[in-house]
């Protein structure tokens, strides 16, 4: 079992930053796979980017490569999403989320079977 809890949302301007933490409460944390989705009112979640928790192998969005990077601590089971240039699409609920695999099978199209409860990012024109 994997609990994840996100943290880090908030209201910004266009163009400004945010950076999002997701902690995973789990002993098998380095075999992870971690996704950032979101999801907009009226729209499909997104998968936005994705992070092998063992290392090497990161995974972006087009929408979102060059503006957005995923991280990862594994010393604190936490990753993190830095939001850079928002624009107004980039509003959504953003859930982070886990799955048990390997590093090839790690990107933003994958299954995910734990998720987190989201947390809201707002961006103002």
């Known amino acids: 079992q994997v609990q994840l809890v996100e943290s880090g949302g908030g209201s910004v301007q266009a163009g400004g930053s945010l950076r999002l933490s997701c902690t995973a409460s789990?002993?098998?944390?380095?075999?992870?796979?971690m996704g950032w989705f979101r999801q907009a009112p009226g729209k499909e979640r997104e998968g936005v980017a994705a992070i092998y928790a063992g290392g090497g192998t990161t995974d972006y969005a087009d929408s979102v490569k060059g503006r957005f990077s995923i991280s990862q601590d594994s010393a604190k089971n936490t990753v993190y999403l830095q939001m850079n240039s928002l624009k107004p699409e980039d509003a959504a609920m953003y859930y982070c989320a886990a799955r048990l695999g390997g590093r090839r099978s790690c990107t933003t199209l994958a299954d995910f079977s734990y998720w987190g409860r989201g947390t809201q990012v707002t961006v103002s024109s």
């Open positions: 789990t002993y098998t944390y380095s075999s992870l796979c």
